[in-house]
């Protein structure tokens, strides 16, 4: 009957959440995401992205919940159904298959073909069964019009004939019902859902898919002036191509460079620090710029840019890349100081603010203003720099103190620069508050360093990277540990006892995926400091030529090798998520194992922390985690020491002698030869 001129309309209902009134699905979750979608979740291309849904609807209807990704710059989406694990929990996965930018949301609806089928298979009384069938003859028929061709056809085909049979009484429920059962015409039926329904998730997330070097990589440090043969003279770029086949054998795939600009002559620093230089001190690498040239250019007596295309061209073929220092600062007499004064602070007595971190001083560097009037400028010259190398075949950079630039600078210039070049990597240099590290991780740094250098009882490591890899930093914070840098001799090193700093190598090669060491000072065991309580070198490369004797029967390069050469040849050790630590009744000990992601290869490592004494206890395994049955025995095979031991059971007795090798680094092998793998047993 027509509505009445003075009848009231109905009312129209708006849903906070803007959805149509009859959406009754809900997506409550998706998960991983970073700061609810904020910034990218990070991964390697063809790593495997695990991602979970929390969805559920009214009632006892089916719902069906789909994973949809996409790269950034495609369009299309790609669809995965995803599975209900209990609890309303949903889960599907996907692995990126190139570096690069992705997207991922998920989408969900009650689907009533699934419904109709889920209650048809537990119907019984043929009078239900019939009149269940013709509802199903019309949700088939509806999903054949929403299919084409053949499949169309087929649909329509099954649609009449369920109809028929339930209208005519020509077939009895039983065949009835298995013809409303047909599991793969229902395999065509659910190819095409009725989603005009279907709810999506309010965003659709990021991820970021680096090559394999971001997730797994081993770092060497050194300063190319120190690097000439001889004694007294500036090293050189071709003096560090002399260099090449050492660091390659001793396992590394990273070759890391501080600062090789020109370096600044006014207030420059002497040996040790010192504020009286004299006229043959080299002073800083850190202190940047001169008129010879500013961040693009190179320290004329390390070379010119064709000497560095030559060294990373050798360095290439030794399976190494170079990773370029850069540091946003500059010496009073950068280029940059005349020609943009705008971009630093000025003092009331007409000076420039040199950069302080009370009590230290660094009259050396000027820092940047990130707060100018002329920021875009400054912003867009800055990422010049990293065009520039980038330019030069660098693909990695190190970044000197990023937490003292602007974090919406980086997240800009990472995003951009990624963007065009999606190979090039960034590790943060960064010893600072946990917050303000995992900015920086999140703007989109591809490594990070961490607090590993201070983290040195059983406690604190197993605290640490705990946190590390199964905190919810594990999807976007790669750490990348070292036991020293040119600014940290960590007072457990000033000993110089050799049990430390092999057991310090192997904590960092083994707890983490990545590790670096600030190379001839580590390999030589250089231990003192400039004075007690300090962290800084005595005779600090940083301010000073020095010359290293590789030759040194003592230097610890055969088992930085042994190390590095365990690292490439096990899968566990080149991944952080899959960490486990296990109980031993003795704090001087530590022991935790790292399997990879297929479960194929698990190594176990036990490490003694005392450098002084013999260290025992019981080690109880989990051997569920290991892979091996209780009932079985296993090998371990110590991969340091190459001994080899029959264990079964959980619980195993560890001795450690620090004057021998300090750490069991054990590849797990889960079943031991026994008669029937010989060819005389039969």
Not at 609 to 627: A, F, I, K, R, T
């Amino acid at each position: 009957m027509p509505r009445k001129n003075n009848a009231p309309a109905t009312p129209k209902i708006q849903r906070a959440d803007g959805e149509d009134g009859r959406v009754r699905a809900v997506i409550d979750a998706v998960l991983p995401n970073v700061d609810n979608g904020r910034f990218p979740v990070k991964r390697v291309a063809g790593e495997t992205l695990r991602v979970q849904a929390h969805c559920f609807a009214d009632g006892h209807d089916v719902l069906r919940v789909m994973l949809r990704w996409r790269a950034e710059a495609d369009p299309d989406w790609a669809e995965l159904p995803m599975k209900l694990l209990g609890n309303d929990v949903w889960e599907a996965a996907f692995a990126p298959p190139a570096i690069g930018r992705y997207r991922y949301t998920v989408s969900a609806w009650v689907d009533a073909f699934a419904s109709w089928r889920h209650d048809m298979a537990r119907r019984v009384e043929p009078e239900d069964i019939r009149i269940a069938s013709q509802v199903g003859a019309q949700e088939i028929a509806a999903a054949a019009q929403r299919a084409e061709g053949s499949e169309r056809q087929a649909l329509e085909r099954w649609s009449r004939e369920l109809q028929s049979s339930a209208t005519e009484g020509h077939m009895d429920a039983t065949a009835l019902k298995a013809l409303a059962l047909d599991e793969g015409l229902a395999a065509l039926a659910e190819r095409h859902p009725d989603r005009s329904l279907a709810t999506h998730h309010t965003m659709e997330l990021s991820l970021v898919a680096d090559r394999e070097r971001a997730r797994f990589s081993t770092w060497y440090e050194l300063f190319p002036r120190s690097t000439a043969p001889e004694g007294g003279r500036h090293g050189t770029l071709k003096d560090v191509e002399t260099r090449l086949p050492a660091i390659a054998a001793m396992g590394f795939d990273v070759l890391y460079f501080p600062p090789i600009h020109p370096i600044g002559r006014i207030q420059r620093k002497g040996k040790n620090n010192t504020l009286t230089p004299t006229a043959d001190d080299v002073g800083s690498p850190w202190a940047i710029g001169a008129e010879e040239g500013g961040h693009k250019s190179i320290l004329p007596e390390l070379g010119t840019a064709e000497d560095f295309r030559r060294l990373r061209e050798a360095a290439e073929r030794h399976g190494l890349e170079l990773a370029l220092d850069i540091a946003f600062q500059c010496a009073p007499d950068h280029p940059y100081v005349k020609a943009h004064p705008a971009w630093f602070r000025w003092r009331p007595d007409g000076t420039v603010q040199y950069a302080e971190n009370p009590p230290k001083k660094y009259q050396d560097i000027y820092p940047f203003n990130f707060e100018t009037e002329d920021w875009q400028a400054l912003w867009i010259e800055l990422k010049s720099v990293f065009e520039h190398w980038i330019g030069e075949g660098v693909k990695i950079f190190r970044v000197d103190n990023p937490h003292t630039k602007a974090f919406p600078f980086w997240e800009w210039a990472i995003t951009e620069l990624k963007r065009a070049h999606p190979e090039v990597l960034f590790l943060a240099e960064a010893f600072t508050r946990p917050k303000v590290m995992h900015r920086l991780a999140k703007l989109g740094y591809s490594q990070s360093y961490t607090y590993f250098t201070w983290r040195n009882t059983k406690q604190e490591l197993t605290e640490y990277f705990t946190e590390l890899s199964q905190g919810l930093g594990c999807e976007y914070f790669r750490p990348n540990v070292w036991p020293n840098t040119p600014d940290i001799l960590h007072a457990r090193l000033q000993g110089g006892e050799t049990a430390v700093f092999m057991t310090r190598l192997v904590l960092a090669g083994t707890l983490a995926a990545s590790y670096g060491i600030y190379g001839p000072a580590y390999e030589l065991r250089e231990h003192l400091p400039r004075e007690q309580g300090s962290e800084e070198y005595l005779d600090s490369e940083k301010y000073q030529l020095r010359r290293w004797n590789h030759d040194d029967p003592e230097s610890l390069a055969p088992f930085i090798a042994r190390v590095n050469r365990i690292r490439r040849d096990n899968p566990a050790l080149q991944w952080d998520r899959d960490l486990r630590f296990f109980t031993i009744d003795n704090d001087q000990l530590i022991a935790y194992a790292k399997r990879s992601p297929e479960g194929d290869n698990v190594v176990l490592c036990v490490a003694n922390l005392d450098p002084h004494n013999v260290q025992s206890g019981w080690l109880e395994l989990d051997l569920g985690y290991l892979g091996c049955a209780p009932e079985h025995s296993f090998q371990v095979h110590d991969l340091l020491s190459n001994q080899r031991f029959l264990w079964q059971g959980s619980r195993h007795f560890i001795r450690l002698d620090p004057h021998s090798v300090p750490a069991h680094v054990f590849l797990v092998r889960r079943r031991s030869r026994d008669e029937r793998d010989f060819d005389y047993f039969l």
